[in-house]
């Protein structure tokens, strides 16, 4: 039978709650996160673990039919993809974010600093817009320790607790973007699928009333 192909963060913050709402909408999956692709038993779906950045490519690409994913991984690196829902959970933002005891004016403070980043397409952007300069230093994490090290005057990295900032004498001073999970399609996605995504956000959005 054929099965809708879906991509779900393989390990983070967005894993668990990914996999609660299939839950919630009664899907059995087979087994947990220790395989890279798994089966629903009682809907015809196929879940694959994949790293968040390269989702957007194996969508455009058609690798698999939809995704879960932080809307601001889709804005990064694929704000061409569509949104057919919304998902309530994972909510953080954007943030630039500079040492505590850095007196802070404006964003054109940011002339001429040295950033550091996981999201140098939405900062560009951003600073563009702004008519600032910048000097971007693309890191993959822990990107709140580069002010520490010397590596940056100020960082834009994801806010959710804000925790992170504040063990890492950062505080936040501009916000970029606002985000939460979405539910994603692929172009490519054929008639046949389209149906079963249908059926599914059907349930979905049943669970998220049921939430609200
Ligand atoms: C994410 C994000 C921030 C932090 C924000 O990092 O990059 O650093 O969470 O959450 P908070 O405001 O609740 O502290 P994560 O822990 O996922 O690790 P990574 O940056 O190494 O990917
Ligand atoms: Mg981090």
Redesign the pocket.
Known sequence: MNKIKIAVQKS??LNDDSLRLLKDCGISIDNGKDQLKASSTNFPLEVFYLRNGDIPQYLRDGVVDIAILGENTLIEKGDELEIVERLGFSK?RLSLAIPKNVKYGNVQDFEEKRIAT?YPNTVKKFLAEKGIKADLHIIN????IAPNIGLADGIC?????????FKNNLKEVEVILKSEAVLTVSPKISGENRSILEKLQFRIESVLKGRR
């Open positions: 983070g913050r953080c996981s994490g822990s990107v709140e990295d994801l806010v959710s607790s804000g925790s992170t900032l």
